[in-house]
């Protein structure tokens, strides 16, 4: 598999609507679905840096999460139109870390933080060292 020589986006925003099923019975989104948007946060970013995890895993490489932080500081609610900034803060010899930021679209209000490290792992689930080509670009 060809990957690019470097990583050249750093941090991606997606838009997110929330829908009726991530929410609980008052329409408030259950605290369980913000690690699967932080997961289309991370997958975007990856793709906007023109890879797919599919791609990653065909090369053996794959990313599993060992630690995983959320900030709840308002309420998500259905509906409600939100964007999520992911950035990768920190790359390693053996791991990825991503920070995370929820707002509401509206005003700006920021709903939720939070932040995540992967481990890079074979198809065994050994660890790997993380590729060459998804070191950050130096400035």
Not at 68 to 86: C, I, V
């Amino acid at each position: 598999m060809d990957f690019q020589r470097r990583m050249t986006i750093s941090s991606h925003t997606i838009n997110i609507a929330a829908r009726y099923a991530e929410t609980d019975k008052g329409g408030v989104v259950h605290h369980s679905v913000y690690p699967v948007w932080f997961e289309m946060g991370r997958t975007e970013l990856l793709r906007a840096n023109g890879v797919a995890y599919k791609d990653l895993e065909a090369a053996g490489v794959f990313f599993v999460v060992s630690r995983l932080n959320m900030k709840f500081r308002r309420p998500a609610q259905y509906d409600e139109q939100l964007l999520l900034e992911t950035t990768c803060s920190a790359v390693t010899a053996a791991k990825v870390e991503h920070i995370y930021k929820l707002t509401r679209s509206s005003d700006g209000v920021i709903l939720a933080e939070g932040g995540s490290v992967l481990a890079c792992v074979n198809e065994k689930g050994k660890v790997r060292r993380v590729p060459e080509f998804m070191y950050p670009e130096q400035e």
